[in-house]
């Protein structure tokens, strides 16, 4: 029996049925074409790990939903995805609001991302932005600052534009073949739990291999030993 506070409802949009049911077929069709960007999605792992191995940092950022993207990002590095390792440094530049609202009020909300970049960013960084559409110009602007200090930039986009005119500052670009923001937004998250599984992996594996290694004798140790 329906819950009489809650009676049950059908939605009907015409030929195409349930709105919801079509939305659902629409996030299985973006996340099965996603498929085709694994590839892609392993030169940003294998460049992320270069980053990690070298000392370099992580910046990432995004507007709205695509900020939340960059905070989950970051987050799972800094804290963890599946194993325990080392925190990996990685900083959204999407949630202080001090920050933000400085540079959006006192210079334009176009360079919000930029500027930040310009401040931290150093050669052998990754920058990697998320834009739906690529075309949010503080997204374009704050990915062409990662390029011109030297670090590696990575977009990760859709729509109908090919991710321009962001991806024409990105080294590497994952494009979901998509062109609802949503479906895009939810590519994204698969994508960025994918990327977070590759580098988590590396990095527990890295840090078994240095607390399975033998101890190297020290200075005193050298000096203490009998000839």
Same mark, same amino acid.
């Given at each position: 029996?329906?819950?009489? /506070?809650?009676?049950?409802?059908?939605? =009907? =949009?015409? !030929?195409?049925?349930?709105?919801?049911?079509?939305?659902?077929?629409?996030?299985? /069709?973006?996340?099965?074409?996603?498929?085709?960007?694994?590839?892609?999605?392993?030169?940003?792992?294998? #460049?992320?790990?270069?980053?990690?191995?070298?000392?370099?940092?992580?910046?990432?950022?995004?507007?709205?939903?695509?900020? #939340? =993207?960059?905070?989950?990002?970051?987050?799972?590095?800094?804290?963890?995805?599946?194993?325990? @390792? @080392? !925190?990996?440094?990685?900083?959204?530049?999407?949630?202080?609001?001090?920050?933000?609202?400085?540079?959006?009020?006192?210079?334009?909300?176009?360079?919000?991302?930029? @500027?930040?970049?310009?401040?931290?960013?150093?050669?052998? *960084?990754?920058?990697?932005?998320?834009?739906?559409?690529?075309?949010?110009?503080?997204?374009?602007?704050?990915?062409? #600052?990662?390029?011109?200090?030297?670090?590696?930039?990575?977009?990760?986009?859709?729509?109908?534009?090919?991710?321009?005119?962001?991806?024409?500052?990105?080294?590497?670009?994952? %494009?979901? !073949?998509?062109?609802?923001? /949503?479906?895009?937004?939810?590519?994204?998250?698969?994508? %960025?739990?994918?990327?977070?599984?590759?580098?988590? /992996?590396?990095?527990?594996?890295?840090?078994?291999?240095?607390?399975?290694?033998?101890?190297?004798?020290? *200075?005193?140790?050298?000096?203490?030993?009998?000839?």
């Amino acid at each position: 029996m329906a819950d009489s /506070a809650h009676p049950a409802t059908t939605t =009907d =949009d015409g !030929p195409g049925g349930d709105r919801l049911a079509a939305h659902l077929a629409e996030h299985l /069709a973006a996340l099965g074409a996603t498929r085709a960007l694994l590839p892609a999605l392993h030169r940003v792992a294998d #460049a992320l790990i270069d980053v990690y191995a070298a000392d370099g940092r992580l910046y990432t950022f995004g507007n709205g939903g695509s900020a #939340a =993207d960059a905070q989950h990002l970051a987050g799972e590095l800094i804290g963890r995805y599946l194993r325990e @390792r @080392r !925190p990996l440094p990685a900083v959204s530049l999407a949630t202080d609001p001090s920050v933000v609202s400085c540079i959006a009020n006192d210079y334009a909300f176009d360079d919000v991302f930029a @500027r930040q970049v310009r401040a931290l960013a150093r050669p052998g *960084d990754m920058v990697l932005a998320f834009t739906t559409s690529g075309r949010s110009p503080n997204v374009v602007r704050g990915l062409a #600052a990662g390029r011109a200090a030297g670090a590696v930039t990575v977009l990760l986009t859709g729509g109908e534009q090919d991710g321009m005119p962001a991806a024409e500052h990105a080294d590497h670009t994952l %494009l979901v !073949p998509a062109t609802a923001t /949503a479906r895009i937004q939810e590519a994204h998250l698969t994508l %960025l739990h994918l990327l977070s599984e590759r580098v988590d /992996a590396w990095a527990a594996e890295t840090d078994h291999a240095l607390t399975a290694a033998p101890p190297r004798p020290s *200075d005193r140790d050298r000096l203490e030993t009998p000839a």
